[in-house]
């Protein structure tokens, strides 16, 4: 698959979350806070996947390369690859 494909994939994903966010009622704070959660974390996982991995994939197709590398993606918002 290519890796321009599996990134617009992350933002669909995204997109969908915060539509679900959006639904919600100004009561659902557990809701909330679950989607939130999982927003930072996708947001996260793709920063870093993009960082790495996205340089190279404008020249040639790493769609398993970059799959493989969102699994090694930190889950924290307060990692800074760049900052190594």
């Given at each position: 698959?290519?890796?321009?494909?599996?990134?617009?994939?992350?933002?669909?994903?995204?997109?969908?979350?915060?539509?679900?966010f959006?639904?919600?009622?100004?009561?659902?704070?557990?809701?909330?806070?679950?989607?939130?959660?999982?927003?930072?974390?996708?947001?996260?996982?793709?920063?870093?996947?993009?960082?790495?991995?996205?340089?190279?994939?404008?020249?040639?197709?790493?769609?398993?390369?970059?799959?493989?590398?969102?699994?090694?993606?930190?889950?924290?918002?307060?990692y800074?690859?760049?900052?190594?």
């Amino acid at each position: 698959m290519d890796a321009i494909v599996l990134l617009r994939q992350d933002h669909k994903t995204v997109e969908k979350l915060f539509k679900r966010f959006e639904k919600t009622g100004d009561d659902d704070h557990k809701d909330r806070r679950d989607i939130v959660d999982k927003v930072i974390e996708e947001l996260t996982v793709h920063a870093w996947v993009e960082e790495r991995i996205h340089p190279a994939a404008r020249e040639v197709e790493l769609g398993e390369q970059l799959q493989a590398a969102k699994s090694d993606a930190p889950r924290t918002p307060l990692y800074v690859p760049s900052a190594e």
